[in-house]
């Protein structure tokens, strides 16, 4: 589902976990979900929810305050029984939007750009980047 919207990236980091942005990190993306795939009884996924959903899903059983990113107004769900798809769609929607909304106007240029362009820059980031962590070796 989180593939399906409009400037998905997605990593694996922190282990095995799949991290789902909203733009490529090496423009400036900002993640919106986390999905554990380690099966060990933690939350199978964490989200954006925002200041005005948070308390709001706290309150359904299996959605509690995501590890470390609850400050941040994201919630963690313990089971994926915990909503039908039609309400995880709406939920990745929701995150998707309010993390979209607040991206940099710099990073909205560049996903504004045509897709050609715009994956160019981000290859020339990601190669800056790369470069920066060799010297610091």
Not at 4 to 25: C, I, R, S, Y
């Amino acid at each position: 589902m989180a593939l399906q919207m409009p400037h998905v990236v997605e990593t694996m980091q922190w282990g095995a976990n799949l991290v789902f942005w909203v733009g490529d990190k090496a423009i400036g993306g900002k993640m919106f979900a986390l999905a554990n795939l380690d099966g060990d009884g933690r939350a199978v996924l964490s989200y954006c929810a925002g200041p005005e959903r948070y308390a709001e899903l706290l309150e359904l059983e299996g959605v509690i305050p995501a590890p470390y990113l609850a400050r941040a107004h994201w919630v963690a769900v313990e089971r994926w029984d915990v909503f039908r798809a039609a309400e995880w769609k709406s939920e990745l929607a929701a995150a998707h939007a309010l993390v979209a909304a607040k991206l940099a106007k710099r990073t909205r240029d560049v996903l504004a750009m045509p897709l050609r362009e715009q994956r160019r820059l981000i290859s020339e980031r990601k190669a800056v980047l790369a470069g920066r962590a060799v010297k610091k070796r």
